[in-house]
């Protein structure tokens, strides 16, 4: 096999001072677009004025994020509380007949509240980061929680309305053992 | 208004039955897995019927108390009717004024009834004379016409006294039975007493028409033997090596591994065609009833001992075809057991004291022994100890007791043998210490009393402990097993009273009076389930009824509760056992029943139907749902009691339904002393049941319906074909499948 004369750009690419060569433009030294000129660049505000303005904007900023944030946390925590109607409905229409569509809603019903609770940290984490707000985020974390909970409970009717829960003793009685009376003692009869 | 409402009940109940509950005998199966051996009995007395040369009248089977008249066709030999009169009858008189009608007497008691020869009503009866009738002679045959002349028997012509038709003897023969010359000749011969063979005339020779075998009459016990396929016998020691198995995994490689196997050598056998292994599944759904009876053990071969003495093998799939039988010439047969677990050794006992030990060497009966026993007294009753134990104790007439052990190495040192005998005097407890009979305990009822139905706890598997309520809480049954129950009637006070009592203390646990004027003319009968008694009687007050009385025994009535515990060791003989708590139901059925026995199936899984021999004949059945002792008026009934397994309102009346009348429209004698037993299958949801008495007569029913075997409608044929295509379309479809994913991988449209 004849030995080959790298190209030139794998060269260029293994070369890191080539790279050095080239003069590149900071995009900052770019003016900026039509209708985006910063008001300090215009000069006919002083900077007190400037510095007053932009503080209250920051505050008040701050405030409505802090309002947004917590309107936002007990949106997500009334999220889940909003199917509880639907599902009370659904589950009481669909009766206590063995189907597999009604056991597989009401499995759904125990098994995503569960995956829900587990990961409320990632529900709430748009939210979550904010020390004014964490007691309040908190307190709307619990509710989720405890929304979904009932979506839980209503599962578990369902599933024990249909008799699928081992809670009674007949569950359990092929379980229970026998009492031997006749301990070797044997009993015929005409 | 009340009416209205009764009969509502009615239709809802037999709408119930007929549709949801189970499945009864229907058309496709009636007259097919049924069948009867009629049975006239040893021929005492035949009369010509004068109207009609093709038919005689029979008298046969008599009694102290009764006699079977029944009308024939010698020709074809059939039987056109069968009366049982509750007299001997000593002559047949023909009315003068009507050639229909005849009028049997009874000389003893000067009593005669006068009968409608078609239809067999009873026309009018009376003491004394009988009015204007003439005695019908009883046949006997001509000896001028009809002579023996060595091995041969000859019709000799009227006018020249020559043989006109000859006939070879056949072997066993006894006499001419029946004779008749002319429109048509008839005739009959007796061989070995109990067989009759029927001639007519083809051209010039006597050909045989017809034969009657009367030996078996009156069976008084009954042994089944199995008749197996060697599939059955591999296929079953899978399942015992299953069984066998240390743990459930192993079990089921076992099952995987074979299977396996199985399905490679049908492979193998087929030489690897896929083609051949198709037409041979397909082949499987023939109609070969052979091999399903085999399979789901149908094919029994029905033993019966009668009261003559002769034992007969029936064919319970041929339609009770005689397959052997045989004379033990014994004075009464009495009882017959299995002597070991493999069926091949019978022991039969008679009443005069003899036993008899039968082999059943490839199929057919030999005698092997024949002994003795000790007391000389008749024997009135012999109960087995242990199955196939060789053990059994027999009781004389004279009160004394012998314990018979054909197998010495058995010992029944580490266990104590406790037995409950009866009779219509009283229940009497015995011990058996050192191989020697002792009395523990005895019950006799005053002379005014009689024990008139005594039942032990049936043997069952158990299943469940308890039942299961509608709102999922448990009514835990009582499971104590030496139980018995009996009803005593009370002809002082006219009652009848039940009885419920521990079998070894002999303490009675449950008793109830019924004081609605019982009938003691009318049968009674008791069964005894896993955790129930039914009993029948019949009833004048208020109006006359035939009452079923459905008895359920519970730990506790009240869910949940359960006294009984494993830890705690229980004595049977110190009576310190948790005690039971009942509750009671009646009901009213339309028919007279005579007997009462229980569905027996493999596993006990199967509902129990209970199965009744009516008074009329007939022979129905009704599940025991339907007779249930918790169920309450549909207005005390709550959401949680119609959630339960089969709840139905109680309805005092239960309906006969047609469909559930296993006899059809046969005709069955069966007289007083018949045996209604019930046989399991290899298929859990079938019973056979039988009644063997005067007839013999046995069928299938399913009181759960046929649900482990596959409908006859299935469509395995398009089954396998949809598979087959489904294959085939795979094989095709799959490379284009494969080079779509391909492209879709290189973005290739």
Known sequence: MSQQEPHEWAERLLNTKYIEKYTVQNSNTLASPPGFENGASKGNISKKQRDATSQTTTLAQKSQITTLQVHKAWQIAFQPAKSIPMNIFMSYMSGTSLQIIPIMTALMLLSGPIKAILSTRSAFKPVLGNKETQSQVQTAMLMFIAFQGVLMYIGYRKLNSMGLIPNAKSDWLPWEEIVDYNHGLKWFSN | MKITCTALVCVFISLFLRTSCVQAVF???????????????????????????????????????????????????????????????????????????????????????????????????????????????????????????????????????????????????????????????????????????????????????????????????????????????????????????????????????????????????????????????????????????????????????????????????????????????????????????????????????????????????VIKSKASLLSKGAVESVIELDDNQCEYLIKFDNGNHQLLKLDPLVDHTDSSIFI??????????????????????????????KIVAFNKRDETNLNSLGLTLGDKSVLYKYLYPNLAAYLVTNKEHHTITFNLIDTITGEVLITQEHKDSPDFRLPTDIVFGEYWVVYSYFSLDPVPEQKLVVVELYESLTPDERFSNTRRSYDPLTGQTNKLQHIAKQYIFPEIIKRLAISKTTNDITTKAIVMELEN?????????????????????????????????????????????????????????????????????????????????????????????????????????????????????????????????????
Request: hydrophobic share 40%.
């Open chain 2, 27 to 365: 058309s496709d199966d009636a007259f097919v897995t049924d069948w009867q051996l009629a049975n006239l009995g040893p021929w005492e007395k035949i009369i010509p019927d004068a109207r009609d040369r093709n038919r005689i009248l029979i008298v046969s089977n008599p009694t102290e108390t009764s006699s079977l008249l029944s009308s024939f066709n010698v020709s074809s030999g059939q039987i056109l009717f069968r009366n049982v009169l509750p007299y001997t009858v000593d002559e047949i008189q023909l009315d003068d004024d009507n050639h229909n009608v005849v009028v049997c007497v009874d000389s003893s008691s000067q009593s005669w009834q006068k009968f409608d020869l078609h239809d067999w009503f009873l026309l009018d009866e009376g003491v004394g004379h009988a009015p204007a009738s003439t005695a019908l002679s009883q046949y006997s045959y001509p000896n001028d016409q009809v002579v023996i002349k060595g091995n041969e028997l000859h019709i000799l012509d009227n006018e020249s006294s020559l043989a006109e038709w000859k006939l070879e003897l056949p072997h066993g023969f006894n006499k001419v039975e029946y004779f008749q010359r002319e429109d048509p000749l008839v005739l009959v011969l007796n061989v070995n007493n109990t067989q009759y063979l029927g001639f007519s005339v083809n051209g010039t020779e006597l050909v045989p028409a017809w034969q009657r075998d009367e030996s078996l009459t009156n069976v008084v016990d009954y042994a089944v033997l199995d008749v197996f396929d060697s599939k059955d016998l591999e296929l079953n020691n899978d399942m015992i090596a299953e069984r066998d198995s240390s743990s459930l995994w192993n079990a089921y490689w076992l099952r995987v591994t074979t299977n396996w196997n199985r399905f490679m050598n049908l492979l193998k056998e087929n030489h690897f065609s896929p083609g051949r292994v198709f037409t041979r599944l397909l082949a499987l759904d023939t109609k070969d009833t052979t091999t399903s009876d085999l399979k789901f053990g149908f094919a029994k071969t029905l033993i019966v001992l009668t009261r003559n003495g002769i034992i007969g093998g029936l064919d319970m799939v041929n339609k009770g075809q005689v397959v052997w039988k045989l004379d033990l010439q014994i004075d009464q047969g009495i009882k017959m057991f299995w002597k070991d677990n493999n069926h091949k050794e019978l022991i039969v006992f008679s009443r005069d004291g003899h036993y008899l030990t039968i082999d059943l060497v490839n199929g057919l009966p």
């Open chain 2, 420 to 449: 409950t005998e009866h009779d219509s005097n009283g229940i009497f407890g015995r011990m058996i210490v050192n191989d020697e009979v002792q009395d523990t305990w005895q019950r006799t009822v005053k002379p005014t009393e």
């Open chain 2, 617 to 749: 004949g007939q022979i129905t059945y009704i599940p025991k749902l339907v007779l249930n002792a918790r169920s309450k008026p549909e207005d005390q009934m709550t959401n949680e009691d119609k959630k339960e397994f089969m709840a139905a309102p109680y309805a005092p009346i239960v309906p006969i339904n047609d469909n559930f009348v296993i006899t059809h429209y046969r005709n069955l004698i069966l007289g007083p002393d018949s045996k209604l037993i019930s046989i399991p299958t290899n298929l859990e949801s079938t019973s056979i049941i039988c009644d063997l008495g005067h007839d013999v007569f046995c069928t299938r029913v399913t009181p759960s319906g046929q649900f482990d075997l596959m409908s006859p409608t299935f469509e395995k044929g398009k089954l396998l074909i949809t598979i087959l295509i489904l294959l085939v379309i795979t094989y095709f479809i799959r490379p284009s499948v494969s080079n779509k994913k391909l492209k879709s991988q290189w973005l290739v449209r």
